[in-house]
Each structure stands twice: as structure tokens, then as C-alpha cells.
């Protein structure tokens, strides 16, 4: 009694409920892969907010502390971003493209990319700083592929905020 190839063997009653589970897990799946997708969205979208925010209140002190007449304190100022968590890169750049103040002395003094390339190593998103300030406005994006942030606010006096968390 051969009744065709493969499945169309069996039973009618154990084919329904056969392909009733496969799309139950199917449909499981799909939900479970939007879920994920929404949820890192989320993640990141509130990460972005809270990098936003400090690099607006850093934007604020920065404006406020005249550059040529007190880089002490502009570094001072730009050290302290260490303090605050997953904030791993931070660079205040002048026109020029040196590096006036960063988390690291002996990057102070470097042209930009030289001090990027220090940091390449340990972190892969250093490269990502190198984008150019649009406007007044501060930016902050995810380079593409990365979970990292990077944010580049302009400041007053020609120079730029650089920042970068993991």
C-alpha cells in the first residue's frame, strides 16, 4: 500500500498537527527575531540620549572657559569625561586638527589621526571620530556595523568635542 514519496505516507492526523507545530515555531521565531531587533533599537536609542546629554552639558562648560586663555582647565574638563561610564574616547580638537586635550596626556599635542591611531587597537570605533562637525548642532551616530556611539560637538571657539562609548 503505497500511497506516495515522503510525508504523504503517513496519516492525515499526524501530518495537521505536524504542520501546525512548524508554524507555531515559526511564527515563535519571527516574534522572538522582532523582539530582539526592537529591543536593541531601544538600547540604542537611549544610550544615544544619555551621550547627548553629557556632551551637551560638556558643550555648555567648554563654551564657557575661554580656550586661548586657559587650556589648564579646558583639560581638566576633558579628563573628567573619564569618570562617567563606558565614555572611552574623548578628544578636544582645535582647528588645526590637534588634539588639545584628551583622557590620555600623551595625546595632547598630536594631530587627530595620529592620536586615533593609538587608540585603534583597543578601540575599534576610534576611527569614527574623524567625522567632520555639521553646523552647531551635536551629532551623535553609530558607525555602521558597530554597537558603538560617537558623538562630535562643536564648540565656540573652532573647536570640537570628540567623544566615544563602546
Do not use: C
Not at 587650556?71 to 578628544?91: E, I, K, N, T, W
Not at 600623551?106 to 578601540?123: I, K, T, Y
Not at 551623535?140 to 564648540?155: E, M
Amino acid at each position: 500500500m503505497n500511497r506516495g514519496p515522503g510525508m504523504l505516507r503517513w496519516p492525515a492526523r499526524w501530518l495537521v498537527p505536524l504542520f501546525i507545530a512548524l508554524l507555531a515555531l515559526t511564527a515563535l521565531g519571527v516574534r522572538y527575531v522582532a523582539q530582539v531587533q526592537g529591543a536593541a533599537l531601544e538600547v540604542s536609542t537611549q544610550q544615544s540620549g544619555l551621550l547627548r546629554e553629557r556632551l551637551s552639558s560638556e558643550q555648555a562648560r567648554l563654551d564657557r572657559v575661554d580656550g586661548e586663555a586657559n587650556p589648564l582647565l579646558q583639560r581638566r574638563l576633558v579628563s573628567s569625561l573619564a569618570l562617567y561610564d563606558h565614555l572611552s574616547l574623548a578628544y578636544l580638537v582645535d582647528a588645526n586638527g590637534r588634539v588639545q586635550a584628551s583622557l590620555s596626556r600623551r595625546e595632547v599635542g598630536m594631530g587627530l589621526p595620529a592620536a586615533l591611531a593609538l587608540q585603534a587597537a583597543r578601540h575599534p570605533q576610534a576611527g569614527a571620530l574623524q567625522t567632520r562637525p555639521q553646523g552647531t548642532a551635536i551629532r551623535v551616530h553609530q558607525p555602521q556595523g558597530s554597537t558603538a556611539l560617537v558623538g562630535v560637538v562643536p564648540l565656540k571657539n573652532a573647536q570640537t568635542l570628540r567623544a566615544g562609548r563602546p
